[in-house]
């Protein structure tokens, strides 16, 4: 609504609230004062009791001597001054005053006449205002609100989506058919128009779990988000905000994430660089790599090839807030201590050094902080020993983790810190475990692969790459990971980070960055940009550039060299190169190949060529990040969106997107003619796609009556079957929808020519759901004997969020019992609590009902064990939990698909055994076994109804059920059989029941004393 419109409603809202007080005003004013008759007024101006009389037309209004006031009305065209002068009253003795109101009566007759008026027009005016799409388009409900992107907008492929290679084998007959229409029309075929999306969200691309990324909190884990930031159960995450990168601008943009998944364990690649940056994900994760023409370009995993220039990020300058480190002196100990310290069998800390100052810094922060001074080794020359317990505590408590050389990682202490507890950490480091040669190579060597990745990681952030490589110890055979930094990067190493107390080392990095003179050519190239660089180089000529004077023999020489390809620039060099021509041709910045390697060059990207790749398998992790739809991971560029725009971004063909919800109005007609502005604004971006979400919305079975029968919504569907069917045969427009509730839609939506591709994804099996439960477990402490296996059989239809509620059901349910560990005792219990409820201990039942349920639940168990079909028996309660007063919960073995008719038959007799041990313990029954004979009817009619399962009605069904279309429920059966067939299946449901019966009956009296024990 325009700022006039609300201006109209505000002013028709206080003009009614004028007038309802004005009346009510007036009301409340004439009712507090009392009316008296004519001949009393009279006799009170007699008495001289009056001290004036005000005369309003008919109406008298008396004001008395003691200050009280009434009313009184006289005749039409009667004078009362006539009145009291007949009654012989001076008129002298009293004051009148006479109003004339006629003037006001006349103003509020016309305003009482024309107010209502005024309101009324105005509130349709309002309602049609509402309506409008626009101020020039009056009353356009029918525009169609779906949001457009174009042809070339939508950058999302297959390669952004991770696994479903069986749905996407299906879409890829949709991406061709819109790609080459003619290929297919040539043989007479037709594609399917509707493809149907059904299945919970979480399946895509997706990396393994110790991919670092960097978020609003630090460099975290993917496997650890949930640890740092709150997931739901519908995968949601809250407060994570990932760096992602702008490709056009070429910019680190921190963007919220949205949802978070673990996927489980799946095939993966691994691919490593040439300075040794390596990703691990699925074959369909996509990476950005600098393509042959010098552009960006995202790349599935298993289309990489050995010798692609992978696109690494650096200097992100992205940290967290933790502030469990105090100061950076601290965070410097802890980072020396990472490099030389040692934890010792007696809870010890050692340390090595021979430089003096470092000597001295700890022995000082030591008696600063704890008035403590170091033990020196009896044995080694240039080790240090902290024994105090406490002391040893407190430097745990900041983050340095009891581990051996080999186990050696950068705590979260420190991951999650601040820049200056990030960079004096890793100044401890390096003058610890850090070397530099006469070259100006500074390198990092441990024997623990995970620190020195972390430290990798960390040196990207800060803008600083280095080489990563392997070698072999000649002293101890042992496999040591090093990092080595050189050239341009170096220099950046000593302005971001340096050598703190190590003086020797600084001096000789002094020294080489003195003697360097051009930038190295060999570090940080940047490849495939002889083309654009020409361009350049001849623009800059054409504007009066002078190559020798300008720019000097150096720069001369390497430009013809970088322009003919015999050399690849590096980005240092390319930086100088541009700054110089920027100050000599300020106009050169227009041309858009100048501003592109501007870009890259001043954009921190660092190009490494992919070294090898693997073939592996892991568990694997995904992100969503709605807008930019990629974030950083180990230093890649990683992608991410929906399979539907994956379609659209295959093909390269406009995209429209709505929710189902947003064609249905109050009024009758609007929704019809949404979907028909849809259809054409598709026809004439064609070939293009429509996509719908949530389509159940208005796709549900038409004329049920039932469940909120609605004439607009069954209009709207009319209409999208006309559109999706009709009589045009040659558009290629392509529908795709969603929806969790197939069951509730219209047949003549999933017939053929319509929706009749469907993509469903099922709940994990068996090996999935263990899968599942050993990832959601990772990072709870789990007791020695916990059998995931055993709770994966019992968890039979649980969704990965189901499993990830019963994971933290069981954490809460230690947490409460005081336990350090989660035992098999809690995941049991809180299996039964999800689905049963929780225990109701507190419910009070008499002795001789504890004795009935006793023997009830005994009669299932038993039973169930004698009955090679049944499930076997896992655990008998006669503790409440929800309504039942006992259960008896079998544990299937394994998944199932298919059931027999004996497994029917056995099941039955075990749903019996409670009632049956009842009646032979007790000689009655209770209302105990209500549920137990429900499911057993149910099961034995299903049998011979819908199973054909029994002999003597043979192989057929009987009856058909009608459901609630709304709430996918039964409500009702129409008989298409005799009533001689009707009580027949009566005798055969319960000629079921009975054999059941009498078998349960058997196995209890035969095996009574193990019944009664139990």
């Not at 205002?129 to 609100?145: D, E, H, I, K, V």
């Not at 940047?526 to 002078?546: D, H, M, P, S, T």
């Not at 041990?917 to 429900?934: H, I, M, P, S, Y």
């Amino acid at each position: 609504m325009s700022c006039s419109g609300k201006t109209l409603s505000y002013i028709l809202i206080v003009a009614f609230l004028g007038v309802l007080v004005y009346s009510l005003f007036l009301y409340n004013q004439s009712n507090n004062v009392p009316q008296v008759p004519l001949n009393q007024v009279v006799d009170e101006v007699k008495n001289g009791q009056v001290q004036k009389v005000t005369i309003d037309g008919q109406n008298l209004t008396i004001n008395l001597k003691d200050g009280k006031t009434q009313k009184s009305v006289i005749e039409s065209q009667t004078s009362f001054t006539q009145i009291l002068t007949d009654s012989k009253i001076d008129l002298a003795s009293v004051e009148i005053d006479v109003k004339n109101t006629s003037a006001n009566s006349n103003w509020i007759a016309i305003i009482s006449g024309i107010l209502p008026v005024i309101l009324i027009a105005g509130f349709i005016y309002l309602m049609l205002r509402s309506a409008q799409a626009g101020n020039t388009r009056a009353l356009s409900f029918g525009q169609s609100r779906a949001r457009l992107l174009g042809a070339g907008q939508t950058k999302v492929k297959f390669s952004d989506v991770a696994g479903l290679e069986e749905p996407k084998q299906e879409l890829l007959e949709v991406v061709e058919f819109l790609k080459n229409p003619q290929k297919f029309r040539r043989l007479g075929a037709e594609i399917p128009k509707g493809v149907l999306l059904i299945g919970p969200p979480g399946t895509g691309k997706c990396l393994t779990g110790e991919t670092k990324i960097l978020t609003n909190k630090g460099l975290i884990s993917i496997k650890d988000i949930p640890k740092y930031f709150y997931v739901d159960n519908k995968h949601r995450v809250y407060g994570a905000k990932i760096v992602s990168l702008d490709i056009d601008k070429k910019k680190n943009i921190l963007t919220p994430a949205s949802h978070w998944y673990n996927l489980g364990e799946q095939k993966t690649i691994k691919i490593k660089t040439r300075m040794g940056h390596s990703i691990e994900g699925t074959p369909e994760h996509p990476i950005v790599i600098l393509g042959k023409d010098g552009n960006f370009t995202f790349k599935r995993l298993d289309q990489i090839e050995e010798g692609d220039y992978t696109l690494i990020r650096y200097a992100t300058e992205t940290y967290g807030n933790l502030r469990q480190i105090p100061n950076k002196d601290t965070a410097y100990l802890l980072g020396f201590l990472s490099g030389d310290g040692n934890l010792t069998i007696k809870n010890r800390i050692t340390y090595s050094t021979a430089n003096p100052k470092i000597s001295a810094f700890i022995k000082n922060y030591l008696k600063k902080n704890f008035n403590y001074s170091p033990i020196k080794s009896r044995d080694r020359e240039y080790d240090w020993i902290i024994s105090r317990r406490d002391i040893v505590k407190k430097i745990f408590a900041y983050g340095l983790l009891p581990v051996y050389s080999k186990d050696k990682e950068i705590p979260d202490s420190v991951l999650l810190a601040p820049k200056e507890i990030v960079v004096s950490f890793l100044q401890g480091l390096f003058d610890s475990d850090g070397s530099v040669d006469k070259r100006g190579v500074i390198e990092f060597s441990s024997s623990s692969k995970k620190l020195v990745d972390s430290v990798n990681l960390l040196l990207l952030n800060l803008g600083i790459v280095s080489k990563r490589r392997n070698k072999v110890k000649k002293y101890n055979g042992k496999l040591h990971y090093i990092l080595n930094i050189s050239g341009d990067f170096a220099d950046i190493f000593y302005q971001k980070l340096g050598f703190r107390l190590a003086e020797g080392k600084k001096q000789i990095l002094e020294s080489y960055l003195k003697q360097r003179g051009l930038p190295n050519p060999n570090i940080n190239l940047i490849f495939n940009q002889g083309e654009r660089i020409a361009k350049v180089y001849n623009f800059a000529q054409e504007n009066g550039l002078k190559p020798l004077k300008d720019l000097g023999e150096g720069y001369c020489k390497n430009l013809y060299r970088y322009i003919s390809g015999e050399r690849t620039p590096s980005l240092m060099m390319l930086k100088k190169l541009l700054s110089k021509l920027q100050t000599r041709i300020p106009q050169i910045e227009k041309l858009p190949e100048f501003a592109y390697l501007k870009s890259l060059a001043f954009s921190g990207f660092f190009f490494s060529p992919v070294t090898s790749i693997q073939k592996k398998k892991n568990v694997v992790y995904d992100f969503t990040v709605p807008k930019y739809h990629n974030f950083i991971g180990n230093g890649f560029v990683s992608h991410n969106t929906l399979l539907a725009k994956a379609v659209a971004g295959e093909a390269e063909v406009p995209f429209f997107s709505i929710s189902a919800s947003e064609f249905v109005e109050m009024f009758v007609g609007v929704g019809a003619a949404r979907v028909r502005d849809l259809f054409e604004k598709a026809k004439r971006n064609a070939p293009s796609i429509i996509f719908i979400d949530e389509l159940d919305a208005i796709g549900r079975l038409r004329g049920s009556g039932l469940g909120g029968s609605h004439d607009e919504r069954e209009q709207t569907l009319n209409q999208i079957l006309v559109e999706m069917d009709g009589f045009e045969t040659d558009t290629n427009v392509i529908i795709m929808a969603a929806t969790n509730r197939p069951d509730v839609l219209d047949p003549a939506l999933l017939r053929p020519g319509r929706f009749d591709r469907r993509v469903v994804l099922d709940l994990p099996d068996l090996k999935e759901r263990k899968a599942i439960l050993e990832i959601y477990t990772k990072n709870k402490p789990m007791a020695f004997g916990v059998d995931l296996e055993k709770i994966a059989r019992s968890t039979a239809g649980f969704s990965g969020a189901d499993l990830k509620n019963l994971a933290n059901e069981a954490a809460i349910l230690a947490a409460r019992s005081n336990k350090k560990k989660i035992e098999m005792a809690n995941l049991e219990e809180a299996i039964e609590k999800v689905l049963l409820g929780p225990e109701r201990k507190s419910r009070v039942l008499s002795k001789k009902e504890k004795e009935i349920t006793a023997y009830h639940e005994a009669g299932h168990a038993v039973v169930a064990k004698f009955l090679p079909n049944c499930d076997p028996v896992h655990k008998v309660s006669i503790i409440s939990r929800g309504l039942a007063l006992g259960y008896t919960w079998n544990l299937p073995s394994e998944d199932r698909h298919l059931r027999s008719k004996s497994k029917f038959e056995d099941d039955i007799a075990s749903l019996l055994g409670g009632r049956v041990a009842e009646k032979l313990r007790f000689q009655e029954v209770t209302t105990g076994a209500e549920n137990d004979l429900r499911q057993a009817t149910k099961m034995a009619r299903a049998m011979v109804t819908d199973y054909g399962m029994s002999e003597k009605l043979g192989s057929a069904t009987w009856g058909e059920k009608e459901e609630l279309t709304f709430l996918g429920k039964e409500i009702a059966e129409h008989k298409t059989y005799s009533e001689e067939i009707a009580a027949l299946i009566d005798k055969e449901v319960s000629s079921i029941i009975k054999k059941a019966e009498n078998r349960a009956k058997e196995i209890l009296i035969k095996n009574k004393k193990i019944w009664y024990k139990l």
